[in-house]
């Protein structure tokens, strides 16, 4: 069978989806086909998704032990970060990860897939231009690099694609947008369907998203597992409430996405005097407003509000994830995952990566080769 994805120009391309492992290890049919959201008219690839995955028509009942006030669980797997061995691109890290987030995480709970797409950072990189600029400006050494680094990365996606294609995972991509804001527009069509919602990714951003029915699972690449990050965790660390976390991250910045914070132009003004703010008024706009026609703190905060208003509201824009990707949660993505091949599909994985000694053991379950 084909998979068409879509690319940067609107045409598609054809991959052949082959069925890997033994001969004689029987793979269930699936029972449908794999699915290009298209339109009627020729739109821009902006505007649409490339959405692949298998149209499994299996009974939706979840791991009723792990759920809360009898919600089922969906899952999202940010993948690009899992990709990665620290900042080496690594294709046996994303192997190992997957493998731990199947069989110690999602079970046979739902998994949602999300890339990044092309050409996502640029809305906020017109908004600030220092937004992830680091990584542009390793890729633009030189021209032998650019076209390394993006033979590397096609060829990456597609072996990270076809391995979550044959375990079951639908695979989201959109044009234009991060997959952070593809899986903030997902997760508010899942919740609105009754289901909880668990990221797996180590993005702090997702943090914004926290409530009692969403959860964030962390690869924690020291103790070498997945750890679960929920509203309890988040009120712990931070105290107070996620609704606040993007109006804080507003104040302090994003060093690693090169958000600068309001520290850098008025030393004084850290996380403590943020929190204190906001906790008094609550979002970042309610401060400013408040701040615009009264005083609301010291000298050097009242300032810092009222000079540099724009600057946060700024940083608000590029650090909000965004509800308005035009991408359709469908209702076979939420159907029991078939998990019966996973083994077979990433030992075979590895296998051909040449970085498994025979008759070791896949996160504690024997692979033979």
């Known amino acids: 069978m084909a998979v068409a994805i879509a690319n940067a120009f609107g045409t598609s391309q054809q991959l052949r989806h082959r069925p890997s492992g033994p001969p004689s290890l029987p793979r269930r049919p699936f029972a ?21 995955g298998p149209a499994v028509a299996f009974r939706s009942v979840g791991n009723s032990s792990k759920q809360l006030a009898g919600k089922r669980r969906v899952f999202f797997l940010d993948v ?33 897939a999300v890339l990044d797409g092309e050409e996502g950072n640029e809305y906020r990189r017109h908004l600030l231009p220092s937004y992830k600029a680091h990584r542009k400006r390793y890729l633009r ?18 072996k990270v694609i076809d391995v979550l294609l044959k375990c079951n995972v639908p695979v989201v991509k959109v044009h ?47 103790f070498g597992r997945w750890s679960f990050y929920t509203l309890r965790h988040y009120i712990d660390q931070y105290k107070c409430d996620p609704s606040s976390d993007l109006s804080l991250r507003c104040f302090i910045g994003d060093e690693v996405d090169g958000v600068p914070g309001i520290q850098q132009l008025v030393p004084g003004f850290g996380r403590k005097t943020a929190l204190k703010l906001l906790k008094k008024h609550g979002s970042l706009e309610d401060l400013l407003s408040a701040a615009a026609i009264r005083t609301v703190g010291k000298d050097y905060a009242q300032n810092a509000l009222t000079k540099y208003a724009d600057y946060l509201r700024r940083n608000y824009k590029v650090l909000s994830l965004r509800r308005d990707v035009n991408v359709q949660l469908q209702d076979d993505w939420l159907s029991e995952r078939n998990t019966s091949n996973d083994l077979v599909i990433l030992s075979n994985f590895l296998r051909k990566l040449g970085e498994r000694p025979e008759g070791q053991k896949l996160n504690n379950r024997h692979v033979f080769f």
């Open 32 to 52: 449908g086909r794999w699915r290009l959201a298209t339109s009627s008219h020729d739109e821009a690839v902006t505007e649409k998704p490339c959405l692949l």
């Open 80 to 112: 690009n970060p899992l990709c990665f061995d620290g900042s080496r691109p690594s294709l046996r890290s994303f192997a190992r990860w997957l493998d731990l987030f199947f069989s110690e995480v999602s079970l046979r709970d739902p998994v949602i």
């Open 141 to 158: 050494q030189s021209r032998v690099l650019r076209s390394a680094h993006d033979t590397y990365q096609s060829t990456t996606e597609c």
């Open 176 to 222: 234009g947008y991060e997959a952070d804001d593809v899986v903030a527009t997902l997760t508010d069509q899942v919740l609105k369907k009754g289901a909880r919602v668990v990221i797996g990714s180590p993005d702090k951003d997702f943090k914004q998203l926290i409530s009692e029915d969403v959860q964030i699972v962390m690869p924690m690449p020291d």
